[in-house]
């Protein structure tokens, strides 16, 4: 008897402070923290001499997996993109 009175009272006080703790901060809204993903390339500029290349990178921060990497160009008399992901 006096085990089932204790497993009450225990439920009982769990239940008013999970009560209490929604209601304790009125105006208070809860939301998950989310981190900003972002993706830049390896460099900002360069400068390549005729016929060079250069070499560009994805970099990822907060991204957990990019599929495909499209690259284009406006001018492709002054510049070509070759190779892949």
């Known amino acids: 008897?006096?085990?089932?009175?204790?497993?009450?009272?225990?439920?009982?006080?769990?239940?008013a402070a999970m009560v209490?703790?929604?209601?304790a901060v009125p105006g208070a809204k809860a939301g998950a923290a989310t981190k900003k993903a972002t993706v830049k390339l390896n460099k900002t500029s360069v400068s390549v001499t005729v016929g060079g290349k250069v070499k560009l990178k994805v970099?990822?921060?907060?991204?957990?997996?990019?599929?495909?990497?499209t690259w284009s160009v406006k001018d492709k008399k002054?510049?070509?993109i070759s190779g892949g992901n």
Request: hydrophobic share 35%; glycine share 0%; with cysteine.
């Open 78 to 80: 002054i510049v070509s």
């Open 1 to 15: 008897m006096r085990k089932r009175t204790f497993k009450k009272a225990t439920a009982y006080t769990l239940s």
């Open 20 to 23: 209490l703790s929604v209601c």
């Open 59 to 69: 970099q990822k921060n907060n991204v957990k997996k990019i599929k495909k990497v």
